[in-house]
């Protein structure tokens, strides 16, 4: 993939991809998963997600953009894969899934929360670096306050313009 998707926060490593798809696999054959934006979207907005993954292939883009932001909204952990044709494979399904999201990790959960932790070690060192520079910022000199205008006097309407 030559440009990175508009709501891809955070880059993954291919081993990290695969593992996530492996986690996907044993929480589909175990445990409980919900396949889809449209499912995935309802598990993270109902609080029953444990992880949700997203596929940076997905196009258009705006499809699953807003899963991110809802991740995070509601404190859900997420992840990227590079395929959705190997996402839905992984996944029992016969098409694509531009996402899935592990509702019970049955067998899969010791996996889950590794790939869990180094996605949240990626995170943080993204974040560390963002906040490092915003410190360095030197003050700057405080606005200055602004001043009410005064009112202006109303001018009085000539006795020509006033309708008898």
Request: aromatic share 4%; glycine share 4%; charged share 35%.
């Amino acid at each position: 993939m030559s440009k990175t998707p508009i709501y891809v926060r955070f880059n993954v490593p291919p081993e990290l991809m695969e593992r996530t798809y492996e986690c996907v696999r044993l929480a589909a054959e175990s445990g409980k998963i919900k396949k889809g934006v449209n499912e995935s979207t309802k598990a993270v907005e109902r609080g029953l997600a444990k992880f949700l993954v997203i596929a940076q292939d997905v196009d258009p883009q705006e499809i699953v953009a807003h899963l991110p932001l809802l991740a995070e909204e509601k404190k859900v952990p997420y992840s990227y894969v590079d395929s959705k044709v190997k996402l839905g494979q992984c996944a029992g399904i016969e098409v694509a899934a531009s996402s899935v999201v592990v509702i019970d990790p049955g067998k899969a959960k010791p996996l889950m929360d590794e790939i869990i932790t180094k996605v949240n070690e990626i995170r943080k060192g993204i974040t560390a670096e963002v906040v490092k520079p915003a410190q360095e910022v030197k003050e700057t000199k405080p606005k200055e306050e602004v001043k009410p205008q005064e009112e202006k006097p109303k001018k009085k309407k000539s006795e020509g313009s006033q309708k008898k």
